[in-house]
């Protein structure tokens, strides 16, 4: 697999999306005021009012940020005001384009973590990602021992203490990409499949109970969006080369 450079450049122009390619891109959501207020304009009336639904204002600007960056993020691929796209949602729950453009077929998903927003671009073919910012969780241990495969716990115990945390947001991550990428939601057991997580071992898809095959349809990636976090994308076919953007 090709992979761009492990900075994040701003696009000189359209980007160029193909087939094999996932497109990542960071955005920032602490944005200011005017900049906030024209991204809102681009929200369709139920993004608005799920933003309003959020208890504290910063995160209904969050949200209003991460939303918008979105949309003016498929607008450059589709060549079409943000605010035309119509979104909808899958059976469960996924995001989608419920008018793509015929020739591209954008798949795409979109992950936030405080003040930083990760969305993934792929071209026929299901694409999830996740991010989080890397804290303190207590009782992580016990979180991994109650969602994680036996696997995947038998991984981390056998990671030095210090290296514990670290991985248990690369397994956190990695397994949130693969369910967000299937658009199943909580529908699938997070213990009922492994993926891999120590520091010297290629990101991937280790097994799927009872679905044997279903290691070879799929690829991971880890992303390194900024320092303090930590992402991973996958997609349902061979990762030829990623390339990531700044918004």
Known sequence: MQTAKDDWPAPAGAPVLTRGEVHAWRAWLDLSPPALALLETSLSEDERGRADRFRFNLHRQRFVAAHGALRAILALYLG?????????????????????????????????????????????????????????????????????????????????????????????????????????????????????????????????????HEVERWSMAALHPAPGYVAALAVEAPLRRLVQWSW
């Open 80 to 212: 079409r005001p943000a605010a035309d796209l119509r979104l909808g949602r899958g059976p469960g729950g996924k995001p989608l384009l419920l008018e793509p453009a015929a020739s591209l077929d954008l798949r795409f998903n979109l992950a936030h973590s405080q003040d930083l927003a990760v969305c993934v671009v792929a071209q026929g073919a299901e694409v999830g990602v996740d991010v989080e910012a890397i804290r303190l969780v207590p009782g992580a241990d016990e979180i991994a021992a109650r969602f994680f495969s036996s696997r995947e716990v038998a991984l981390l115990r056998d990671l030095p203490a210090d290296e514990r945390d670290l991985a248990f947001f690369r397994a956190w991550t990695r397994k949130e990409a693969y369910l967000k990428a299937l658009g199943e939601g909580l529908a699938r057991s997070l213990a009922g499949f492994s993926v891999a997580l120590q520091p010297d071992e290629p990101v991937r898809l280790l097994e799927v109970e009872g679905q044997p």
